[in-house]
């Protein structure tokens, strides 16, 4: 399913094109950093299975746009969506709930096993 290989030349078209894959597939779309020692180039690559869009550089000047988009990705990567979160409250609510309804439940026993023994006086 892989469809090819694409190098850019200018980080400008980089970007954009990494963005255009991140907002085409961000379930599946991963970013890579790695410095190759042997010749001092920072090889950036972004893919989404299908296609990889690399850039190479040996710029200095680069080393601040790639962090602006180390950051962008960061974001992009770890951003919650508002269903997510909604979701979780959900969960949390119900578990707490559920939570609640097993100590209620609890405390209704002692109190029918104290009644049963004798033993309960209503706060008396």
């Known amino acids: 399913f892989f469809f090819g290989s694409m190098y850019v030349t200018s980080f400008e078209e980089f970007v954009a094109e990494a963005e255009r894959l991140f ?16 010749d001092g180039q920072v090889v950036l690559k972004v893919t989404d299975n299908k296609s990889v869009i690399s850039y190479k550089t040996k710029e200095h ?48 026993q002692q109190q029918q096993q104290q009644w049963r023994q004798g033993s309960y006086h209503a706060g008396l």
């Open 61 to 108: 000047s680069d080393l601040k746009l790639m962090e602006k988009l180390n950051n962008a990705f960061l974001h992009h990567f770890t951003e919650v969506s508002p269903e997510a979160v909604a979701m979780e409250l959900d969960e949390r609510n119900r578990a707490l709930e559920k939570q609640q309804q097993q100590q209620q439940a609890k405390k209704q």
């Open 23 to 38: 907002t085409e597939d961000p379930n599946n779309t991963r970013y890579s950093m790695k410095f190759r020692h042997c």
